[in-house]
């Protein structure tokens, strides 16, 4: 079965009534970790992927486990991590992920103005980057649809307009001031049952919420107006643009790409 942890009044993770394991009906995530032979006295992070014949968890980085589901997608599913392009997604990941996805968290827990300068530029040089490769290809690889590299950038995106940018101080621009980025994120979120997985009232609650050190008053904002579903479901217009830019274009935001991280 699939549990969701939520964050405890602690701030561990835990479960609760309307959010329970449905394995062993543990209050806290820890208790889960500590289940496995041996015990555990580390830190209890989600997301976690467990052998419940085993009782020992089998990996608890995000994208080991997306990369380990893909491997069990049935014939004529989608499949996000094809063997042709796993090259090519895994280049895209290595600027996703230093750059875009904890570059957010680089900039909001920053303990010096250096830090956070230097934190913002990487973060914004870098959708800059994917702003321009984007405005000329649907998808991030060569020749392929959606992929995992989609995938990874998605999970910042959405999140970016209702708490990076304000609660994390990514200032220097909003999402949807990136006509193409925008734009890229709204179709993705218009696949089949993608849009059910973004709770964007829990996604601000999750954050705002809980994260004291930045929010000390508890003060949960208002959903902005691009944010909502509505808005979220306007057409993006992205249908006619090549599933991806020539080999040789690839190439060189690559390229940049690895200058921004390197």
Same mark, same amino acid.
């Given at each position: 079965?699939?549990?969701?942890?939520?964050? =405890?009044?602690?701030?561990?993770? @835990?479960?609760?009534?309307?959010?329970?394991? $449905?394995?062993?009906?543990?209050?806290?995530?820890?208790?889960?970790?500590?289940?496995?032979?041996?015990?555990?006295?580390?830190?209890?992070?989600?997301?976690?992927?467990?052998?419940?014949?085993?009782?020992?968890?089998?990996?608890?980085?995000?994208?080991?486990?997306?990369?380990?589901?893909?491997?069990?997608?049935?014939? =004529?599913?989608?499949?996000?991590?094809?063997?042709?392009?796993?090259?090519?997604?895994?280049?895209?990941?290595?600027?996703?992920?230093?750059?875009?996805?904890?570059?957010?968290?680089?900039?909001?827990?920053?303990? @010096?103005?250096?830090?956070?300068?230097?934190?913002?530029?990487?973060?914004?040089?870098?959708?800059?980057?994917?702003? =321009?490769?984007?405005?000329?290809?649907?998808?991030?690889?060569?020749?392929?649809?959606?992929?995992?590299?989609?995938?990874?950038?998605?999970?910042?995106?959405?999140?970016?307009?209702?708490?990076?940018?304000?609660?994390?101080?990514?200032?220097?621009?909003?999402?949807?001031?990136?006509?193409?980025?925008? $734009?890229?994120?709204?179709?993705?979120?218009?696949?089949?049952? !993608?849009?059910?997985?973004?709770?964007?009232?829990?996604?601000?609650?999750?954050?705002?919420?809980?994260?004291?050190?930045?929010?000390?008053?508890?003060?949960?904002?208002?959903?902005?107006?691009?944010?909502?579903?509505?808005?979220?479901?306007?057409?993006? =217009?992205?249908?006619?643009?090549?599933?991806?830019?020539? !080999?040789?274009?690839?190439?060189?935001?690559?390229?940049?790409?690895? @200058?921004?991280?390197?």
């Amino acid at each position: 079965p699939v549990s969701v942890a939520v964050p =405890g009044d602690d701030g561990a993770w @835990s479960f609760t009534p309307e959010s329970p394991d $449905a394995l062993y009906g543990s209050r806290r995530l820890r208790d889960v970790y500590a289940a496995r032979r041996g015990g555990f006295e580390g830190r209890a992070s989600v997301p976690m992927l467990w052998d419940a014949d085993r009782r020992e968890v089998v990996c608890n980085e995000s994208i080991e486990i997306a990369k380990f589901l893909c491997t069990l997608a049935d014939d =004529g599913a989608l499949d996000l991590w094809p063997p042709e392009h796993r090259q090519e997604i895994d280049r895209w990941y290595g600027v996703i992920y230093p750059s875009v996805n904890n570059g957010v968290y680089r900039c909001g827990f920053a303990q @010096s103005q250096a830090a956070y300068d230097a934190a913002a530029a990487e973060l914004f040089d870098a959708l800059d980057m994917l702003e =321009g490769h984007l405005s000329g290809s649907r998808y991030l690889c060569a020749g392929a649809g959606v992929t995992l590299a989609d995938v990874c950038l998605f999970t910042t995106l959405i999140r970016f307009d209702l708490v990076y940018n304000p609660l994390f101080r990514c200032s220097r621009r909003k999402l949807v001031e990136y006509p193409s980025l925008h $734009a890229y994120m709204r179709e993705i979120y218009q696949l089949p049952a !993608a849009a059910e997985t973004c709770d964007m009232a829990a996604i601000a609650d999750g954050y705002f919420g809980t994260l004291f050190p930045l929010n000390p008053g508890g003060i949960l904002p208002v959903v902005p107006a691009s944010c909502s579903r509505e808005a979220l479901m306007k057409p993006h =217009g992205r249908e006619a643009l090549p599933s991806a830019a020539a !080999a040789a274009a690839d190439g060189r935001q690559l390229g940049a790409a690895a @200058s921004i991280v390197g």
